[in-house]
Every structure is written in C-alpha cells, then in structure tokens.
C-alpha cells in the first residue's frame, strides 16, 4: 500500500512539473487538437453509410480512442527506455518496493496524460465535428471507466515494451507502423463493418477496437448502431476484453522488468 502511495504521489508531481512547462503543454495542445482538426477536414462532412451520423462525429470517439491506445502504446515505452539508459531503473531497484513504485508513477502519469488530451478533443469536437457531450450520467461514468480501463489495457504493454528496445528513438522506430495499422484496421476512423471479415476478427483481439466502441457508445446517439457489428453496443464485453488485456498485461511488465534489470 506505502508502495503504491509513493506511485501515486510520484506520478502526480511529474506531471505537475511537466504542466508547469509551458513548451511542454503548448505541444500538447497543438500536437492534440491540430491532428484533430486535420482529420476533420480531410474526412469532411459526408455521412456514415446508411446512418444520420456524419463521418467527422463517427471519428471523434475513436480519435480519442487513438490518442489514449498511442500514449500508453508508444509514448510510455518511448520513456521507459530513456529511464533505462538514465539508469532510473537501477536506482529505482535499490529502494524497497522500488518498481512497483516506478510503474504507478508511470501509470499516474500516463492517464493523466490521456486526460488532458481527452478534455482537449472535447474542446474541439463539440464545434468542430458536430459531436454531442454525454447526455446522461450512465454515459459520464461510461466514458470514464472506458478510459480508465482502456488505459490500464495498455500501460502494462507499453511498460514491458519499453523494457525490451534499445533505447526511445528504437521504441518509435519499432512501434510506429504495427499502431498506425492498428488504427486502420480497429474501426475508430471508419466503421469495422465496411471491413473484410478477417480483419474485423483480427481487431477484435486488440483493445484499440474496444475502447473505441466503447466510446462511441457515449458520444453517438444509436442512430449509428447500423454500422456496428451485431447491431449493438456490447460494453460488457468490451470490459471483460480490456480487463483481460489489464490483468496479463500486469503480470507480464514487472516479470520483464525484473529481467531486464538483472541483466
């Protein structure tokens, strides 16, 4: 417990320090809503096949969905693997509960990190992409536990994957096309219905697909149900797949980190 207040103490202070950077939070503002605002200009205003829901509010829960599975997926092992040339993980071994310690903070600050992008694409979608904000409490809660555990799916991924590469500029190199393609196949930019049935099967295994589901079940009305499989929002399925991904992805990080730091 002392272990995981610590995590949590330490994740909060790194990311007050790096909101206090005012570089570092124009980035983000930029990088997030900039990219957002692209994708709705080059997606235009057409409508999803056979739905009222125009294709920029169909993107918006996914590209929320991508900012979320990118930050844990590419941008957590990409600062892994500077703490590892640091040599943060070997002063983190010297104290006690030392990476447990470490990966909460990460963590901490990995959902914080997707918080802030969050708010921000909500910013910019409600005049933007036409996009609606949850109507309901049921959907508020929906959209946090969607986020919440979307994220803990990821983390432990990211965090063992980070453990693996070389160093951040191999992380990047090693992780940009398998996300990229995973965004393409996923249905968080155009539906997985219009896809091929082997793909939409292989997407299915992946959380990305999950949590963009579940978070169009938030923002779009069921208008849109008709370009989605089985015609439904299955959000009790879509929690089990994530928390599968959650609990393996926690057991493996800290076997890998302590192999790694053996080494």
Do not use: C, H
Not at 137 to 148: D, I
């Amino acid at each position: 417990m002392n272990a995981t207040i610590l995590g949590l103490r330490r994740g909060w202070t790194e990311q007050l320090n790096l909101w206090s950077d005012r570089k570092e939070l124009l980035n983000a503002v930029v990088g997030t809503v900039g990219t957002y605002v692209v994708l709705i200009l080059f997606i235009g205003g057409n409508n999803v096949p056979g739905t009222p829901v125009s294709m920029a509010a169909f993107m918006t829960p996914g590209f929320l969905a991508f900012a979320a599975f990118s930050t844990g997926l590419m941008g957590l092992p990409m600062l892994i693997a500077a703490d590892r040339e640091e040599g943060t993980l070997m002063r983190a071994r010297t104290l006690p509960g030392g990476i447990r310690v470490y990966l909460t903070g990460r963590a901490v600050t990995t959902l914080l990190t997707i918080g802030l992008n969050a708010a921000l694409v909500l910013v910019a979608a409600v005049p933007l992409g036409g996009a609606a904000t949850p109507p309901t409490p049921g959907r508020w809660l929906t959209l946090v536990w969607v986020l919440v555990l979307g994220t803990l799916a990821v983390v432990p991924i990211g965090a063992a994957i980070g453990t693996l590469v070389s160093g951040p500029k191999a992380a990047a190199a090693m992780l940009a096309l398998p996300t990229m393609l995973l965004m393409l196949i996923s249905g968080v930019m155009v539906p997985l219905e219009m896809m091929p049935g082997i793909v939409r099967g292989i997407a299915q295994v992946f959380p990305l697909y999950w949590q963009g589901l579940g978070l169009r079940a938030v923002f779009l009305p069921d208008s849109v149900l008709p370009a989605e499989l089985g015609n439904s929002w299955p959000l009790g399925r879509a929690a089990a797949v994530l928390g599968a991904w959650a609990v393996g992805g926690m057991v493996l990080a800290p076997w890998l980190l302590r192999r790694v730091r053996g080494r």
